[in-house]
């Protein structure tokens, strides 16, 4: 089945600085990407997702970059906040068709210091 | 924003007794789903539903588990008999149509199996 490696598990930068979040995958097949951000206690919230015919894909402070042929994707935030303090989850479609079954990641603790 | 609710957000239960864990996906959403996370753990796929059916589950939804659709609102996830290792929060997640990719998921519900 698919495997998701997500490194690194925990992540502290100062405020206003760049976090960057890295994840691999194994199954070539998978065409959707996405990350989630869960805050304690709450459940997943998405927050980006990209396709696998797109490079790249932007929301404000958020971006999602994807190497298909290294099979790796990453989610950068910019100029990071303290309430973008929480786990991070990358997540991969992994069943094909219209199951979209998501194989997650282990997960990235952020911490943004004021 | 229409969201997709959970209830109980707890549950205490003794090993060996059967749970059933509610949700309301969202209320045009068409397909469902149940994840857990075991404490520290990453988030795992438990079992997908669509038109009243199963479409795909995991090794982990053994046949202790069951789900069910009992009226046009409700999804509910049964554990017949409880383990200690069903201790996990279990999140419910919906989407839209088999076309549709991003999943909205639950505040969860956190089982404590004693």
């Known amino acids: 089945g698919e495997n998701v490696e997500q490194h690194p598990s925990t992540l502290s930068v100062q405020e206003g600085d760049s976090a960057v979040i890295k994840c691999t995958y194994s199954d070539s097949a998978s065409n959707y990407f996405p990350w989630y951000k869960q805050e304690l206690g709450k459940g997943p919230q998405l927050i980006i997702d990209?396709?696998?015919?797109?490079g790249e894909k932007k929301d404000q402070r958020i971006a999602v970059t994807l190497n298909k042929t290294a099979k790796h994707f990453s989610l950068h935030i910019t100029e990071t906040q303290p309430e973008d303090s929480a786990v991070y989850f990358c997540?991969?479609?992994?069943?094909?068709?219209?199951?979209?079954?998501?194989?997650f990641g282990k997960g990235t603790l952020l911490t943004v210091n004021p | 924003e229409p969201e997709v609710t959970q209830t109980p957000s707890h549950q205490v239960t003794q090993m060996g007794q059967e749970v059933i864990l509610r949700c309301v996906p969202i209320?045009?959403?068409?397909?469902f789903y149940w994840y857990r996370q075991i404490l520290g753990q990453k988030v795992e796929f438990l079992v997908s539903?669509?038109?009243?059916?199963?479409?795909?589950k995991s090794e982990i939804f053994d046949d202790q588990f069951s789900v069910e659709r009992p009226d046009g609102s409700n999804f509910t996830l049964k554990i017949r008999s409880t383990k200690l290792e069903d201790s996990a929060m279990y999140f419910c997640a919906s989407k839209m149509d088999p076309s549709s990719e991003t999943q909205y998921f639950g505040p969860g519900t956190r089982l404590l199996v004693l």
């Open positions: 209320s045009n959403h068409l397909y």
């Open positions: 539903f669509y038109n009243n059916e199963i479409s795909e």
């Open positions: 990209i396709r696998s015919n797109v």
């Open positions: 997540a991969v479609d992994s069943s094909g068709g219209s199951n979209y079954k998501l194989t």
